[in-house]
């Protein structure tokens, strides 16, 4: 099965190379969404062999996702896995997170930060708390790590998904496909590392504020 990773980056030219030099090791290509940096990302994911497609402006985490999902079908992928370019993901967790979709298990899989030991801190574990009660009043369906950026797609959801949300409540979007489609989802324990360039790249509490305002307008205006 043709695997790719889709990497959204902005800016983080601190972390990327590791990040795909991890990825590299579980998949057949890895696809970098330089979305508009300005640091020099784009380059050193190209020094690193990645297929690098660039936004020339910054348009979010869910576009560029979007973006990469879109070039994983060109290239006849049967598979995806979606990872944040912040290092805080694990890559060697990508095979728990394939297994179920080489299995045949799940359509879409979920890596949760919040069903293993890992110690998070509170304002990620507060936005999180909030984004899962938003989603499961939007979507109807709880996942305990709404928000993961670490995400596994098999041949159903890679090729049905349209993300329409361009910020970080496409995560939302994904769970609410989810449950549209019927699609067969599992969550999968993955470990996770905060680090203060980590807390920083996160979501802020007014970013947090607004993605929360995104998610309940989409519901009420669709």
């Known amino acids: 099965m043709k695997t ?3 990497i959204p980056a902005f800016n983080e030219v601190t972390q990327i190379s590791d990040v795909i030099n991890g990825m590299k090791k579980h998949v057949d290509s890895v696809i970098v969404i330089d979305d508009g940096s300005t640091d020099g990302t784009g380059n050193i994911s190209r020094d690193c062999g990645a297929i690098v497609v660039t936004h020339r402006m910054t348009r979010g ?5 979007m973006t990469g ?3 994983a079908r060109l290239m006849h992928a049967q598979a995806a896995i979606t ?3 912040d290092g805080q993901h694990d890559p060697n967790d990508s095979p728990k997170l394939l297994a179920p979709i080489l299995s045949e298990d799940a359509d879409i899989v979920i890596g949760t930060r919040f069903k293993g030991r890992n110690n998070v801190p509170f304002l990620p574990k507060l936005f999180n708390k909030i984004g899962n009660i938003l989603t499961f009043m939007t979507t109807g369906k ?5 928000q993961s950026g670490f995400k596994a797609f098999g041949p159903v959801s890679l090729y049905t998904i349209h993300l329409h949300m361009d910020g970080f409540e496409f995560c939302t979007e994904i769970v609410r496909e989810i449950a549209q489609y019927g699609w067969k989802a599992k969550e999968v ?3 996770v590392t905060y680090s203060e360039y980590t807390r920083a790249k996160g979501q802020s509490f007014s970013r ?3 993605t929360a305002c995104k998610i309940l307008l989409r519901f009420f205006l669709r």
């Open 61 to 65: 985490a869910g576009a560029a996702t």
């Open 83 to 85: 990872i944040d370019a």
């Open 189 to 191: 324990p993955v470990g």
């Open 208 to 210: 947090g504020v607004i």
């Open 4 to 6: 790719v990773a889709i």
């Open 69 to 71: 999902i879109i070039v």
């Open 142 to 146: 709880y996942v305990s790590d709404s």
